[in-house]
C-alpha cells in the first residue's frame, strides 16, 4: 500500500446488519450468499477474519463481533453479545502478531444497560491494548445515544484507547471526546462530499444551493487543504451535479476538516484547554445558543458549562 502511517481494519461483522438478507450468522461465524449464485456461499470465521487483518499489516485489528440491531431484545441481545466474546476468545487464539497488532474487542449490548456492563466487564478480563464500543450510531435517539457512550467509557480502562464505531459528525465528535473517547472512524465526510456537502466549523454548505452560484470564497478560510487553496464555492457550485471530480474535491476537503476538528481537540486537552474549546465550538455551531438538550445533558454530566 506504500502507507507508512498507522492502519486500522474492520473484520466484517457489519455486513451482517448491512448484508442481512444473504448472511446467516451461526456459532461457527457469518455465511454470506454470493450474488452471483455460481459462486456459492463465504464463510467468515472469527480466525478467518482475523488471518485477513493479519496479512494486511494494520496496526489496529477488529474482532469479528455480532453486532446487536438496537431494535432487538434483552435477550436476542444477551445471546449476542456473549457470542460476540466466545468469538473473542478464538480470534485471540490465532492471532499471530500480538506485538505488532492490536485486537481490539467491541463492546456490545445495544441500549441495555445491563448487557453493556456484561460486556465491558468480560472483555477487560482479556489482555487486549484497546477497545472499541460498537452498536450506536444506528437509528436510536441521541439521548439514549450518548447515554450508553458514557456508561461505556466509565466502564472501560482509562489507560488504553476508547475507539467508538462509526461516529463522524462534528457535533458528536466534540460531545464524545467529553465523554471520554479517543478514537472515532466514519463513512459521513465521503458520503457527503458525494451529496455536494462540505463542512465547516459552523455547519454544513449544500454546495447545490443557488446561493452558491456567485460566492467566490474558498469553502474555508481557515483550511489549508487543496480544494480550499484553489477553489472558490461558485466553482465548485457550478460542477458538483455535472462532474465526479466535485466527489473527490469535497471528500479532500471533508477529511480535512475532520482532522483539524480532531487536531483541535486533542490540542486543546494538552493545552488543558478543553473546556473553553468545547464551549466556543457549540457556540460556533448554535450562535442563537439554542443548543440541542442532548448536547447540554451530555456536556453537564462531565461538569462542562456551555455558554
Known amino acids: 500500500m506504500n502507507w507508512n502511517r ?10 451482517m446488519v448491512s448484508l442481512l438478507e444473504l448472511a446467516e450468522i451461526t456459532e461457527e461465524g457469518v455465511k454470506f450468499q454470493s450474488l452471483n449464485k455460481t459462486k456459492g456461499e463465504v464463510m467468515l470465521t472469527p480466525e478467518h477474519s482475523i ?5 494486511i499489516g494494520a496496526d489496529i485489528i477488529m474482532q469479528l463481533d455480532d453486532v446487536n440491531p438496537f431494535q432487538f431484545s434483552s435477550v436476542v441481545c444477551t445471546n449476542m453479545h456473549c457470542r460476540t466474546t466466545r468469538w473473542l476468545d ?8 500480538p506485538n505488532t497488532q492490536n485486537i481490539f474487542p ?14 465491558a466487564k468480560d472483555l477487560t478480563q482479556r489482555v487486549v491494548n484497546g477497545y472499541a464500543i460498537g452498536g450506536l450510531s444506528g437509528g436510536e ?22 475507539y467508538l464505531m462509526g461516529v463522524g459528525f462534528a457535533i458528536d465528535l466534540v460531545v464524545c471526546s467529553a465523554l471520554g473517547v479517543d478514537m472515532f472512524d466514519c463513512v459521513f465526510p465521503t458520503r457527503t462530499a458525494r451529496f455536494g456537502c ?11 444551493k443557488a446561493r452558491f452560484a456567485k460566492d467566490f470564497q474558498p469553502i474555508d478560510e481557515d483550511c489549508t487543504c487543496n480544494t480550499c487553496k484553489r477553489y472558490t464555492r461558485a466553482f465548485l457550485h457550478g460542477i458538483v451535479t455535472e462532474l465526479p471530480v466535485a466527489c473527490h474535491l469535497l471528500t479532500e476537503h471533508n477529511l480535512a476538516f475532520q482532522l483539524r476538528l480532531m487536531k483541535s481537540i486533542r490540542d486543546s486537552v494538552c493545552e488543558q ?8 465550538f457549540v457556540f460556533d455551531l448554535y450562535p442563537d445558543k439554542n443548543y440541542p438538550s442532548w448536547v447540554k445533558d451530555a456536556l453537564t454530566a462531565v461538569n462542562i458549562k456551555l455558554l
Do not use: Y
Not at 141 to 162: A, G, M, N
Open 90 to 97: 478464538r480470534a485471540l487464539k490465532v492471532h499471530k502478531n
Open 273 to 280: 484547554q478543553f473546556p473553553a474549546f468545547v464551549q466556543k
Open 141 to 162: 435517539s441521541k439521548d439514549e445515544f450518548w447515554k450508553i457512550v458514557h456508561l461505556c467509557t466509565d466502564l472501560l480502562p482509562k489507560d488504553k484507547p476508547r
Open 51 to 55: 488471518e485477513i487483518q493479519n496479512a
Open 198 to 208: 462540505a463542512l465547516t466549523m459552523t455547519g454544513q454548505l449544500n454546495l447545490r
Open 6 to 15: 498507522n492502519l486500522l481494519t474492520d473484520s466484517g461483522g457489519f455486513q
Open 106 to 119: 467491541i463492546v456490545q449490548g445495544t441500549l441495555h444497560e445491563d448487557l453493556r456492563r456484561i460486556s
